[in-house]
T-cell receptor, first 111, second 116 residues
Framework: SQELEQSPQSLIVQEGKNLTINCTSS?????LYWYKQKYGEGLIFLMM?????EEKSHEKITAKLDEKKQQSSLHITASQPSHAGIYLC???????????FGKGTTLSVSS | NAGVMQNPRHLVRRRGQEARLRCSPM?????VYWYRQLPEEGLKFMVY????????ESGMPKERFSAEFPKEGPSILRIQQVVRGDSAAYFC??????????????FGEGSWLTVV
């Protein structure tokens, strides 16, 4: 079974609405990164979480890592068309290893 | 401070030819990672290199693919005798030290390989 799952696969929200994207691991992770990707472009770094219970915010985006370090949620407040894109979570299960990525969540924001 | 630079951005190769993708990490970064992205499959890890060393190549196909990160110059991902299934976006990322030691990993814009 898949080690890392993102949900939902895709999401359409109305501009101004809040939304949450989840990233769930089947085992405890060492650290987690959130990225955003526009179609045909590279990945833009959003946030990195490493400590259980850690929460970080950047502008209208907040990400949290649960205490068990097996799930992270990314929350966007008052979504805007500029938030549209693919959100990817990447995790490392051990220090010094490369990131493994989920399949991503495609977000569309309708105005 | 320039970001991770990848070239070429777009590459078209005929079946059987060789493809060489280059990645210049951010200044001061000595760790490089290569990923492949296919539609519907997400971003798949291929290889992790440090200067002159391959740290982890568990995601690299056993044949036709190779990667290097020499002491001087960019990291190179080389695909020999390309087939249609190699068509994908190839992304390079870099970090100053090992990933998740509090270090941000930055990605390049990608190289889109099309095999005809």
């Amino acid at each position: 079974s898949q080690e890392l799952e993102q949900s939902p696969q895709s999401l359409i929200v109305q501009e101004g609405k809040n939304l949450t994207i989840n990233c769930t691991s089947s085992k405890t992770l060492y650290g987690l990164y959130w990225y955003k990707q526009k179609y045909g472009e590279g990945l833009i770094f959003l946030m990195m979480l490493q400590k259980g219970g850690e929460e970080k915010s950047h502008e209208k985006i907040t990400a949290k890592l649960d205490e068990k370090k097996q799930q992270s949620s990314l929350h966007i407040t008052a979504s805007q068309p500029s938030h549209a894109g693919i959100y990817l979570c990447g995790v490392a299960y051990q220090a010094g290893t490369a990131l493994i990525f989920g399949k991503g969540t495609t977000l569309s924001v309708s105005s | 401070n320039a970001g991770v630079m990848q070239n070429p951005r777009h590459l078209v190769r005929r079946r059987g030819q060789e493809a060489r993708l280059r990645c210049s990490p951010m200044k001061g970064h000595s760790h490089v990672y290569w990923y492949r992205q296919l539609p519907e499959e997400g971003l798949k890890f291929m290889v992790y290199l440090q200067k002159e060393n391959i740290i982890d190549e568990s995601g690299m196909p056993k044949e036709r693919f190779s990667a290097e990160f020499p002491k001087e110059g960019p990291s190179i991902l080389r695909i020999q005798q390309v087939v249609r299934g190699d068509s994908a976006a190839y992304f390079c990322a870099s970090s100053p030290m090992a990933a998740v030691s509090g270090n941000t990993i930055y990605f390049g814009e990608g190289s889109w390989l099309t095999v005809v």
